[in-house]
C-alpha cells in the first residue's frame, strides 16, 4: 500500500509529537511553560525553579527546590578531562563550537552515560545544565590567559555564572536581570535545536549525543546566533537618525533584519516585551543604552514596512540589548541562549524517551530520471 506523502518545506506548521512542556500561541502572543505564563514565570520565578517545572511537570514545593538547586550547585564543577580539552582548543575558537565540542567531551567521564534510565538522564539532564556555564566561563578565562574559577556554591546559577566570566560576584540586578533572561529563553517547543534534540533522541541515541546536536542547530543565525548579528546590526546603523534608511536598504537588497521574525510568532514576541521590561531596569540604575535607542527605533520602522506580513521583534531582538548592557562578551550571548535553553532540551529529551517514535521524514526526490551508468573510459 502507498501512503500518501504530505509536502511541507521545512516543516512549516507539522505537528511532529504530542508534548506537555510548552505551549505556544503564535497569532495571541502567548507562551506558557507547563500551563505557567512566562510573564508571571519571568516576574516571579528562578532559573532553577524553572528548570524544575520544565523537567517535573509542576511547581517545586520549598524542599523540592533546595534539593534541585543542591543538586545544580554541586555538579557545577568539570570533569578534569574536560578542562584538559579546553586547555587545548585554540583560543580563537568560537565560543559555541567550545561548547559543542565540551558537551560531547562531558559524556566520557559520566560514568552513567551508558544508562538509558529515566532516573539517570535526569541526573545526566542535571549535570548538564549545571556545567554549561562553567564550560563558557572557563573557555573566556583560558583565552584571556586566566585560569579558570572554581564555581561558588554559595551563588545561584545565573549569579555563579557571571561571578565565574568576571571573577566578581554580580550586583543583585545584574543577577536578577541574567536570572530573567535564563527563565525567558528555558523552553521554546518544538524550536529547530530542541527538536534536533528529539530527533537523535529518537533514534535512542544517549542524552549527550542528543544535546550536541542541539548545541550544534542553535548556532545557526537564523536561530540562536541571531542574537548577535542584532549587536552588529544595531552598532553598524550607530544612531537613531539612520535606521530608517539602513532598514529600508537592508528590505531593498532582500536581506534579513536580525531579531524580527519568527516561524511561530506573527504578533510580537511576548518574551520581547519582557526584557524591554528588564532593558528599562537597568537603565534606571546605568543610563539608557544607546542601542536600546537605536533598537525601538528599528521595530518602528520594521513594523511599519514588514508588520503586513507578520514580522515583529522575536526574543533574540533585545536580547542582545540586554546582554550588551549587561557587559557580556559578544561572541557568548548564542551560547548563553544555550546555558538556559538546555533545561528545555533535556526536558524534551526525556520526554521524547517516554513515548518514543523514530523521527524520520521523507524528500520529495527532484535528482534525475532513471538513467544507464556510463564506464569512466567512456565518460
Ligand atoms: N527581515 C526581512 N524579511 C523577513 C524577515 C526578516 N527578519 N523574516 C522573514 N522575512 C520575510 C521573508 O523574506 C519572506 O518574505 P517573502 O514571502 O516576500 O519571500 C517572509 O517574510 C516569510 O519568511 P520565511 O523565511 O519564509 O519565514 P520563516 O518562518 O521560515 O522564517 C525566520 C522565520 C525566523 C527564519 C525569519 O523570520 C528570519 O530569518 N528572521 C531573522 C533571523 C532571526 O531573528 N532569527 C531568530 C528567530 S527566534
Redesign the pocket.
Known sequence: MTEELIHRP?L?NVVAADSAICFIDGEQGVLRYRGYDIQELAEHSTFEETAYLLHYGELPAREELERFSDELRTQRALPEGALAVLRELPPESPPMDVLRTVTSVLAHFDPEAPDDSEEANRRKSARLIARFPTILAAFHRLREGRDPLPPKEDLSHAANFLYMLSGDPPDELSARVFDVCLVLHADHGFNASTFSARVTASTLSDIYSAITSAVGTLKG???GG?NIRVLEMLQEIGSVERVREHVEGM?AR?E????????VYKTKDPRAFALEKLIVELARVRGESPLYRIAREVEKVGTEL?GG?G?YP???FYSAVVYDMLGIPHDLFTPIFAVSRVAGWTAHVVEQYRANVLMRPRAQYTGPDRREYVPLEQR
Do not use: C, Q, T, Y
Open positions: 521545512g512549516k543565525p537564523l536561530h541571531a528590505i532582500k534579513r533584519i536580525w531579531g524580527l521574525g519568527h516561524r514588514l506580513k514580522i522575536n526574543v533574540d
